[in-house]
């Protein structure tokens, strides 16, 4: 295993074990059963480099319904509806599934990013989507990955809050979008933006 794999291996137990550390703060999550997710919703504040790059190279970036993107007085906001999920609050393995998604747009060209799938079953906290490019399937894909290492949880009966999540682009992503757009700039590691995931906890599995 070459020095970058080790380096790479080592980010991803440090961030599981800041999530698995945040969780364990609190008395109510230990040995707590798998819960579903049965609502709630997926924020995401856009990064403003982000948001620059992307209209410097003519990429427009708009929702795709019933998603939302608004810009409010403190940045541009991305928010995406839970379906459906489960939380294993005791082993911190999670799959969280979201409504609508985001749309990239340049010329004629368009990018679809959709049904987003928050994924911490892993050892890389990453989040997933489906994407369609000039209509046709290009298949699911990690789109960004998770940084967890300033998230904070709060955790009650009924409810489940994970603030502070930074997301960056894959290096999967970057190469797809750079592909189909016809440019190089984009690179994995750029920082998309910052999400608060809200949701309700329903029945136990």
Known sequence: MNSISIIRR????????????????????????????????????????????????????????????????????AK?????????????????????????TAGKVQVELTSFIIDLTGSRPVLTGLVVAKDSVVGRLPLFDLDLAA????????????????????????AALNGVFGITALRGGIPVGVASVNSTLGDAH
């Open 80 to 104: 995406f509806g839970i379906t459906t999920g489960a939380v294993d609050l005791g082993t911190v393995k999670a799959e969280i599934a979201h409504e609508g998604g985001l749309s990239l």
């Open 10 to 77: 080592m980010r991803s137990l440090a961030l599981v074990t800041s999530w698995v550390a945040l969780l364990a703060a609190s008395p109510a999550t230990q040995a707590a059963p798998t819960l579903t997710t049965d609502g709630g919703r997926t924020s995401v504040r856009l990064d403003p480099g982000f948001l620059s790059a992307l209209k410097s190279l003519s990429v427009k970036p708009a929702a795709v319904a019933p998603a939302t993107l608004r810009t409010y007085k403190n940045g541009v906001w």
């Open 151 to 174: 998230a904070k949880v709060k955790n009650l009966r009924d409810y489940l809050r994970l603030s502070g999540v930074n997301l960056k682009l894959t290096p999967e992503a970057a």
